[in-house]
Nanobody
């Protein structure tokens, strides 16, 4: 089993930045996909960004949703088994609960592991 714990959410003014963390523990795998998703009140959960790490987590292929392109950045600290989502130039419409998910496959249809979510609130 893999446990994912998100942190770093909070309240920020429009134009500000936050960095979310997704710390993994438990069983590990040599490559895989980590995704960030968000769900705003009354809305469906939506894709934010994914990162596919190739064998031994050496290479990376990134994919971002259009609304966050150029503002959000995924990165990883292998030593800490942690994936980050740096969110810049935040907008009120970015307000949501943010979830990270992980799966050993590339472009999974359904992720095997999910975190509990962290709230991000952007005030205007």
């Amino acid at each position: 089993q893999v446990q994912l714990v998100e942190s770093g959410g909070g309240l920020v003014q429009a134009g500000g930045s936050l960095r979310l963390s997704c710390a993994a523990s438990g069983r590990t795998f040599s490559s895989g996909t980590v995704g960030w998703f968000r769900q705003a009140p009354g809305k469906e959960r939506e894709f934010v960004a994914t990162a596919w790490w190739t064998t031994a987590w050496s290479g990376i292929i990134l994919n971002y949703a259009e609304p966050v392109k150029g503002r959000f950045i995924i990165s990883r600290d292998n030593a800490k088994n942690t994936v980050y989502l740096q969110m810049n130039s935040l907008k009120p419409e970015d307000t949501a609960v943010y979830y990270c998910a992980a799966d050993p496959s590339r472009n999974p249809i359904a992720y095997s592991y999910w975190g509990q979510g962290t709230q991000v609130t952007v005030s205007s």
